[in-house]
């Protein structure tokens, strides 16, 4: 497993970015598929965005399609979140995850960032 850290949340008016940033450790970081999940209050977590091992797949979910950006740095074993045009309804806690396997649960998780948008 590797161990996962977020930061880059924080305040922003609607219309506004922010760059959320998510660091791992270990030697491993570029045999896991990456991707961002996010929780809202009295909400469930959803699946926002993937990122495959190579970076050069992405996927993401309609809500934030066009909007959002997933990117990783497999020399500084790092992912990112590009998080443009944000809107009141993306105020949540983002979720980094890692997926070892092409399918399945995701194996690691992150501590969480908190994200709000005000309008």
């Known amino acids: 497993q590797v161990q996962l850290v977020e930061s880059g949340g924080g305040l922003v008016q609607a219309g506004g970015s922010l760059r959320l940033s998510c660091a791992a450790s270990?030697?491993?970081?570029?045999?896991?598929?990456m991707a961002w999940f996010r929780q809202a209050p009295g909400k469930e977590r959803e699946f926002v965005a993937r990122?495959?091992?190579?970076?050069?797949?992405?996927y993401y979910a309609d809500s934030v399609k066009g909007r959002f950006t997933i990117s990783r740095d497999n020399a500084k074993n790092t992912v990112y979140l590009q998080m443009n045009s944000l809107k009141p309804g993306d105020t949540a806690v983002y979720y980094c995850?890692?997926?070892?396997?092409?399918?399945?649960?995701?194996?690691?998780w992150g501590q969480g960032t908190q994200v709000t948008v005000s309008s």
């Open positions: 990122v495959e091992k190579s970076g050069d797949i992405t």
């Open positions: 995850a890692a997926r070892l396997g092409l399918l399945g649960p995701y194996d690691s």
């Open positions: 270990g030697r491993t970081f570029s045999s896991y598929a």
